[in-house]
C-alpha cells in the first residue's frame, strides 16, 4: 500500500485487483446486488419514460379559454318544447348575464370524450380516404367564446347559421377548421385552403371560409385529436349543450347563476352535466395522471427497497471484515483508504448492473412497445439511468463505508 | 421439533432485527405492490357470467365500406350491427335464445311531485335478454313474446329506479312516465351488476347497466334516441329519424345462446347464408366474414382490461423480483454468519435435512410475516386506486377471499424460494473447516 503525500487521480493505487479477487470469493452476493441494480434500473428507466410521454400528453393546451369555461345541457321533455325556441331563449338570457363573455350552443366540447366527428377529403368520390375530424356545430358566437383566433379567412356571419335537425345527413356550404386539420387536407400550405373545397359524406362540397390557430378535438386519446371542423349549425333537437366562457374569476359565480336561471325559466326541461372545463380536463386526463403516480409511487419505493438492500448487505459485510478492516488500519491504511475501499467495490458490482441493465431496459420496452404500442425510449434515457442507479449504490454504501473507517486498528489485535 | 426450530427462528431474528426487519419490509412491499395490480386486473378480466360463458356468443357481420374494411386490422367485422340486421337475425328467430339490444334514454317524470324529473338511461331488449344473461329479479318477471311483437309500452326497473321513484315498494302493475308516455311496470330487478358489462361493452366496460329494460321496437316505435357509440360508412338515404334507421349506420349489438357446438355451427352457417342473401340485395359489399366470439373471447377482442392496468402488473411483477433477490442476498448474508453455529450443529449430529428444515422454517416464518403485512398494503394500494381513478375503480380495487390466500401463498411460495438457496448453501457448510477456526 503506498501513499502519496498529495494523493492525485491516477497515482495512488486504487486496489482495484484486491476488491475484484475479494469479490470473486463472494460471487454470488455480489451477483445479487448487480441483479437487483439491474432490474431496479430496467423498471425506474421504463417507468420514467413512461411518465415523460403521459405529461407531455397531458401538457397539450385544448385551444379554450379553459379556466374561464364550463358547459350544461338541457333536455327538453314536455309536449309543448320547441326545442329552437328554447335555444334563443336560452342562449339571449345567457348572454345578458354579466360576466359572461359569451355563449354558444354547440354539439361536443373539447376534452370531455364524446363527440361526432366525419371524414373530409380534397376529391369528391367514395374510393378517396378522408381524414377524420371533429365536428363542432356552432353560431357566429363561437370564435370569442371558445377563445380561438382566425389565421386566415372570416367567421361566420349570422345568415350563415343553418337550422339541423335531428337526423338530418347534409351539412351546410360552409366551414372553418383548424390550421392543423389544413395542414393535412393541403400539406404543402395549410393557410392556403380558405376558399378550397372539400368533401363530406363523399361528395358533397364544402367551402372552407375560415381557419383557426388551434382547437381540440373532444377525445384525448385519439391521434388526430387536432383535428377540428367548425359548422355554421343551430340544432333544433329537445336536447342542447351551452358552453359558456366568463370574464376571470367569475366562472364559479356564473356556473350556479345559469343552472338556476335555465331550471327556473322552463318548467318543461331539466337542466344537467354542469361542468367546468377545469373539471373535464381532470377526468379526461384522470387515468393518465393516476398512472403517473402510481409509477412515481412504485419507482421512489423500488430505490429505497434497493439502496436499504446495499445498505444492509454492505454493513454486514462490514461486521465481517471488522478484523480484517483493523488489520488495514493498522498497518497504515487511511480512513479514507477504507471508504474508498467499500465504494469501489459497490462501482464494481453497480457497473456490471447497470450494464446489464441497459439490456434489460431496452429489452422490457421493446415487450412494452410489442404489446401496449408505446412508442421506443429514446436512447439518452440509458446512459441517465445507468448513471443514476450508479448514484444509488454509491449514495447507499457511504453511510456503512464510513462506519468501516470508524473501526480502530486496535481491533487486528483482539481475537474475534 | 416444528416448535423449537421455530423458537430458534425467533431468536435468530432477535439477534439481527434490521436485518430481519428489512426481508420483512421488502417482501411486504413486493406483495403489496403486486397484489394491488394483480386484483385490479383480475377484476378486470373476470368471468362476469361464469355459468354459461361459453354458451353467449357476440354476433358480428361484416356490412362495412368496400373501400376499406372497420378498422385497421384486416379482419375485423364492425363491432356492431345495423337495425336491418338487428331485426332480420331476431325475426329468424335461429337460436336457443336471442337478443338485439341499443342503449337509449329518455326523462322520466315521477308521479310523485317531490321528485323532479330526471334522465334515464334505457337498455332496449327483447325477452331473452333476462334468462339469457341470469337477470335477477327482485318483483315481477320480464316482458313475453306478445310485449315484444305488439311493441307494448312495458318496462322493467333497476333496483335504484325503484328506489328512487317507489321507495323500493314493489311497483309491478303501476305506471311510470317515460318520455311523456304512460309505461307499465312489470318487473323490478334484484341488484345487478357484471363486471365488466359484458353485453355492451362499447358504451364503458365498468360502467353500471341501465336504468329501465324496455322492449327493443320501441327504439322504432318512440323515435328513441341513439346513446353510445354510432358509426357511419354511408350516408343515410333520406333525412329522418327512419331513413336513419334503416341505414348502413351500427349501432346495436346482438347476443345469442348456442348450448352446444352443433348449435354454434349451425348458426354461423345461418349467418353465412344470411349475408350470402343480402349480397344478392346488393348490400354486404366486403367478403364473407360473420364472426361468433363467446363471453371471453369478446372481452378479449374488445381489449376489456386496460393496457395501463397490465404495464402496471408486469412492473409490479419485476418490483416482487427486484424484493426476493434483495432478501435472497439478506437471507445469504445472515446465514453466512451462522457457519460457526452450522459446523459445530452438524459435528455434533445434525443432519443437513435437519438443518434444512430448520432454515426454512425460519425463512417461511419471515414470508408469512411479510405476506401479512404485504395484504395490509395491498389494501392501502386499493384506496389509493379508487382515489386516484374514482367511480370507476369502486367495483375494480376490492380484495375478496381468493385474492388475500393467493397474497399469502404467494409470499410464503416467493420467500420459501427466495430462502431456499441461502439455506441449501449453509446447510452444505463442512463442519470441520468452521470447527478449526474457532
Not at chain 2, 426487519?21 to 413486493?30: D, E, F, P
Not at chain 2, 335504484?160 to 317507489?166: A, E, G, R, S, T
Not at chain 2, 460457526?340 to 426454512?360: P, S
Request: hydrophobic letters at 45%; aromatic letters at 10%.
Amino acid at each position: 500500500m503506498t501513499h502519496s503525500s498529495t494523493p492525485s487521480f491516477f497515482a495512488e493505487n486504487w486496489e482495484i485487483g484486491p476488491i475484484f479477487r475479494t469479490l470473486l470469493r463472494n460471487k454470488v452476493g455480489a451477483m445479487l446486488i448487480a441483479l437487483q441494480i439491474a432490474f431496479t434500473m430496467t423498471i425506474v428507466v421504463n417507468a420514467i419514460y413512461i411518465i415523460v410521454q403521459r405529461s407531455e400528453k397531458m401538457q397539450r393546451p385544448s385551444g379554450i379559454d379553459e379556466a374561464n369555461s364550463f358547459f350544461i345541457s338541457s333536455v327538453g321533455f314536455s309536449h309543448d318544447f320547441n326545442g329552437l325556441v328554447s335555444t334563443q331563449q336560452d342562449l339571449n338570457l345567457i348572454r345578458s348575464l354579466n360576466g359572461v363573455v359569451d355563449a354558444i350552443q354547440i354539439n361536443a366540447v373539447p376534452l370531455s370524450g364524446s363527440g361526432w366527428s366525419m371524414g373530409l377529403q380534397t376529391e369528391p368520390g367514395a374510393e378517396f380516404d378522408g381524414t377524420g375530424t371533429a365536428v363542432y356545430m356552432v353560431d357566429e358566437h363561437a370564435l370569442n367564446a371558445l377563445d380561438v383566433a382566425l389565421v386566415a379567412g372570416e367567421n361566420f356571419s349570422p345568415t350563415d347559421i343553418q337550422v339541423r335537425t335531428s337526423s338530418q345527413t347534409h351539412w351546410p356550404d360552409k366551414t372553418i377548421i383548424t390550421l392543423a386539420m389544413a395542414n393535412r387536407l393541403f400539406p404543402n400550405d395549410g393557410l392556403a385552403a380558405v376558399g378550397k373545397t372539400v368533401y363530406i359524406n363523399d361528395i358533397e362540397p364544402m367551402i372552407i371560409t375560415g381557419i383557426i390557430d388551434k382547437l381540440q378535438a373532444p377525445w384525448v386519446g385519439w391521434d388526430n385529436v387536432e383535428n377540428v371542423m367548425l359548422t355554421p349549425e343551430i340544432r333544433d333537437a329537445k336536447s342542447s349543450r351551452y358552453f359558456i366562457r366568463t370574464e376571470p374569476g367569475e366562472r364559479d359565480r356564473i356556473m350556479t347563476q345559469v343552472e338556476s336561471v335555465l331550471a327556473k325559466s322552463n318548467p318543461g326541461r331539466i337542466v344537467k352535466d354542469l361542468r367546468s372545463i377545469d373539471e373535464t380536463r381532470l377526468r379526461a386526463y384522470r387515468d393518465n395522471s393516476a398512472m403517473i403516480r402510481i409509477l412515481i409511487t412504485v419507482m421512489v419505493i423500488l430505490i429505497i427497497v434497493t439502496g436499504l438492500g446495499i445498505v444492509g448487505l454492505v454493513s454486514f459485510s462490514v461486521n465481517q471484515r471488522k478484523k480484517q478492516i483493523g488489520t488495514r488500519r493498522a498497518l497504515g491504511a487511511s480512513q479514507h483508504a477504507i471508504v474508498r475501499y467499500f465504494m469501489l467495490e459497490n462501482l464494481l458490482i453497480s457497473t456490471a448492473g447497470v450494464l446489464l441493465g441497459a439490456l434489460l431496459t431496452v429489452g422490457l420496452n421493446i415487450v412494452l412497445v410489442d404489446a401496449f404500442s408505446l412508442t421506443p425510449i429514446a436512447w439518452y434515457y440509458i446512459p441517465l439511468g445507468m448513471l443514476a442507479l450508479w448514484l444509488v449504490g454509491q449514495v447507499a454504501v457511504y453511510g456503512p463505508a464510513k462506519k468501516a473507517a470508524n473501526i480502530p486498528p486496535a481491533l487486528a489485535t483482539r481475537s474475534a | 421439533m416444528f416448535h423449537y426450530y421455530l423458537k430458534l427462528a425467533f431468536k435468530s431474528y432477535k439477534r439481527n432485527p434490521i436485518l430481519t426487519g428489512l426481508m420483512v419490509a421488502a417482501i411486504a412491499l413486493g406483495i403489496g405492490a403486486s397484489m394491488t395490480t394483480i386484483t385490479v386486473n383480475y377484476l378486470m378480466s373476470a368471468d362476469p357470467i361464469p355459468t354459461k360463458s361459453g354458451q353467449l356468443f357476440y354476433v358480428q357481420v361484416d356490412s362495412w365500406d368496400p373501400n376499406r374494411g372497420f378498422n385497421d386490422e384486416p379482419n375485423t367485422p364492425p363491432n356492431q350491427l345495423t337495425w336491418t340486421e338487428a331485426t332480420n337475425l331476431m325475426s329468424a328467430n335461429k337460436a336457443y335464445r336471442q337478443s338485439a339490444m341499443a342503449k337509449s334514454g329518455a326523462i322520466i317524470e315521477p308521479s310523485n311531485g317531490d321528485i323532479s324529473p330526471f334522465e334515464a338511461s334505457i337498455r332496449l331488449a327483447f325477452k331473452d335478454f333476462f334468462p339469457m344473461f341470469n337477470v335477477p329479479f327482485k318483483y315481477g318477471n320480464a316482458w313475453d313474446q306478445k310485449a315484444d311483437d305488439d311493441r307494448q309500452m312495458v318496462v322493467v326497473l333497476s333496483k335504484d329506479i325503484n328506489d328512487k321513484v317507489f321507495a323500493g315498494q314493489n311497483s309491478v302493475g303501476k305506471s311510470i312516465i317515460i318520455d311523456g308516455k304512460s309505461f307499465r311496470v312489470i318487473g323490478v330487478l334484484a341488484s345487478w351488476q357484471p363486471l365488466p358489462k359484458f353485453y355492451d361493452v362499447n358504451n364503458g366496460a365498468f360502467d353500471e347497466p341501465e336504468a329501465l329494460f324496455m322492449p327493443f321496437y320501441l327504439k322504432q316505435e318512440l323515435e328513441l334516441p341513439n346513446w353510445g357509440n354510432t358509426n357511419c360508412w354511408k350516408t343515410p338515404d333520406g333525412e329522418g329519424f327512419s331513413a336513419f334507421l334503416q341505414s348502413e349506420c351500427i349501432n346495436f349489438q346482438m347476443w345469442v345462446e348456442l348450448p352446444t357446438l352443433q348449435d354454434k355451427r349451425a348458426y354461423m352457417a345461418f349467418l353465412n347464408n344470411y349475408v350470402n342473401d343480402q349480397k344478392e340485395l346488393g348490400r354486404f359489399p366486403r367478403p364473407l366474414n360473420n364472426q361468433l366470439l363467446n363471453v371471453m373471447q369478446w372481452m378479449d377482442d374488445q381489449k376489456v382490461v386496460a393496457d395501463d392496468a397490465q404495464i402496471m402488473m408486469w412492473l409490479s411483477f419485476m418490483f416482487l423480483l427486484v424484493c426476493l433477490l434483495n432478501t435472497i442476498g439478506l437471507q445469504m448474508a445472515k446465514f453466512s454468519a451462522k457457519s460457526a453455529e452450522i459446523g459445530l450443529r452438524r459435528a455434533v449430529g445434525a443432519t443437513k435435512g435437519d438443518l434444512f428444515f430448520q432454515y426454512t422454517i425460519e425463512t417461511a416464518a419471515v414470508g408469512i410475516a411479510g405476506g401479512i403485512l404485504g395484504l395490509g398494503l395491498a389494501f392501502l394500494g386499493l384506496v389509493g386506486i379508487r382515489q386516484l381513478y374514482g367511480d370507476v375503480m369502486n367495483d375494480l380495487a376490492s380484495l375478496d377471499t381468493t385474492m388475500i390466500t393467493l397474497a399469502l401463498l404467494l409470499s410464503l411460495l416467493a420467500s420459501v424460494c427466495a430462502g431456499l438457496y441461502p439455506t441449501w448453501r449453509a446447510c452444505n457448510i463442512a463442519p470441520a473447516s468452521q470447527l478449526k477456526s474457532q
